[in-house]
């Protein structure tokens, strides 16, 4: 008993020792780049704002089509530097770019150099490279005739040839179904010439056809090194687009949520947590504390995981932490409820406290691994605000599991005193399926209603669901304000708004606003505004604030068609994933097929709050959806674990 208890002090020791040192290395970090510490964690655009650069489109009459192929293709050249990256059309002949970053320790100029200036891509044979080079040197405007263009490039990936005895570096291209057609003729008619990629005036590469290329597929080899291949590679796909764009300004600014949302946030994710742990120490008095101590030290893994991987953390990859953090708590439950059942039925603390944890661990893999089931298909097939909710539900569901399996263990052997586990009570039998009619109807009496007024709210306010800027689009106001009267955003958010949100006739909760560094501009994003609107609040902002300058922009949706298609594909595969996984573990498919329609039913009635209530959907949105969707599987599998181990005590 004695060496029992020892051992429980040396591990309580050890812990406390790395959570102390876990906490110094996130407030203060380690070595000459901090590394760990919380501070460095990159945050996204609505937490910290960013660079801002807009792009002029050069070619004359782009139509719609082209342009939205141009936002959709340099979204996806934007994700390569941050999946949290927007792309939006502002006004008729511009597209605006946004990228998460912390300019105190990255230049912005080193970013635009890295991006690149996406101008025009051209594939050329030798007979047309020769009429392109004499227009270059003599001015002259001959014409000549590419082989491909920048729309026909699909994705451009450098990667490593070892296939032979001496190594060789590649650039792997992707064309369009048309391109892959263009590509098939002129590599047939070229073979042992060049073919030249042109890029913004300049020759990147001449690669010589070896063979006609016919399945839309082409490797560039013989490159130096990975780094140029990766160049080329970065080259081609920035000039990839269906238009030729040219950069006419770029800005730093400010977080979109506003830096009094971000602070109040922490504040109520921190009085949160504060709550989940008083609660747990009441339910389950000496293990709540101890889990209390785990889920501490799973908040300063996770700070410390995103600090040192620079992962970018953004409102949905917040409710990807909060989820993690609700699904570890739930294990910690289910695993002191089974070890006072244990102690009930007579058994020791150590005994119990091993058969506790065994018998909830089917419990918490299943429900943890179908979770990271759907976390994997988001992040394989999601993009966007999905894939960073994605990337921290993965890591805290590991971490989470990490925690409440090992550490919450190695801490609560050393204690022998049932007295500090408390007993089960014997549970009262409820008889919750006798209630399923009158739950059934309500629940699809709530449904069909959430349905019906998506007709209701289109009739009413001209659109299905009350869609915010990041689905619709809308109107960007920027106002320059004089030097003596410099607006900062907590004055914008506080006087500013309210007056264009009356004058509009719309929610000030709803303006998105960014301050812009170094000109005293102030950025205000609302729904779309009529030309009489716009007059009204120009002439208020001169008049009232004193602005010298007033400039209104319509601007696009950042959530993109392809966006939008990847998200639906995501859930449909990951939802059929989770029900095959289910049924097999379970041995029955109607577990789940059951799973599924509860996963439906909660969505849906989450969805009808949104729809009757005309609450704002955006990427809060879409952050409560996939906060549901994983708390609702996961309390399901809880469920049918239990029925499970009742069908198992009855047979035999």
Known sequence: MKKTKRKAVINLIIFFLLLAGGIYMAIAGVGQNESGKTANVPLGLDLQGGLSVTYEIQDEKPTSDEIKATVDKLQRRVDAYSSEGEVYQEGNDRITV???????????????????????????????????????????????????????IKNAQAGVDDSGTVKDYVVQLQFTDEGAQKFATATAANIGKPIYIIYDGAVASAPTVQSAITDGNAVINKISSYDEAESLASTIKIGALPLELKQIQY?????????????????????????????????YRFPGFIASLALTGYVVLMLLILSIRHITLTLPGIAGIILSIG??????????????????????????????????????????????IATVVLMILGSGSIKGFAVTLMLGIVLS?????????????????????GKAKEPKIHGYVKNFKICG???????????????????????????SLE??????????FAEDDVYTLERAESEVAPVIAETAGIDAGTIQIQTVEGNNQVIFKTSELTEEQSAKIDDLLKSQFKATEVDNQSISSTISGEMKKDAIVAIAVSSVLMLLYIAFRFSDVKFGVSAVLALVHDVLVVFAAYSIGTLSVGNTFIACMLTIVGYSINATIIIFDRIRENMRTQDS
């Open 98 to 152: 946004e990228i998460p970053l912390n300019t105190e320790k990255v230049d912005a100029h080193d970013v635009l150099d890295e991006l690149g200036q996406p101008g025009q891509l051209l594939f050329l044979d030798s007979e047309n490279y020769t009429i392109w080079q004499q227009n270059q040197n003599n001015g002259t405007n001959d014409a000549y005739e590419a082989v491909l263009t920048g729309s026909d």
């Open 251 to 283: 800005n730093i600014v400010g977080a979109k949520l506003g830096q009094k949302a971000v602070s109040t946030s922490l504040i109520a994710g921190a009085i949160g947590f504060g709550l989940v742990c008083i609660l747990m120490i009441v339910l």
């Open 327 to 372: 699904m570890a708590v739930d294990a910690n439950v289910i695993i002191f409820t089974r070890i006072r059942e244990e102690i009930s039925a007579g058994s020791g603390v150590r005994a119990a406290v091993k058969a506790g944890f065994s018998k909830a661990l089917s419990a918490i893999l299943d429900g943890n691994i179908t979770t990271l």
């Open 401 to 421: 599991m990490f925690t409440a399996l090992f550490v919450t263990k190695m801490l609560l052997l050393g204690v022998q005193n049932p007295k500090m586990y």
């Open 441 to 467: 109807v309500a629940s699809l009496i709530v449904i069909i209603a959430g349905l019906a007024f998506l007709g209701v709210n289109h009739s009413r306010i001209g659109k299905s669901l009350n869609y």
């Open 471 to 480: 689905f619709t689009g809308g109107t960007s106001t920027t106002a320059t």
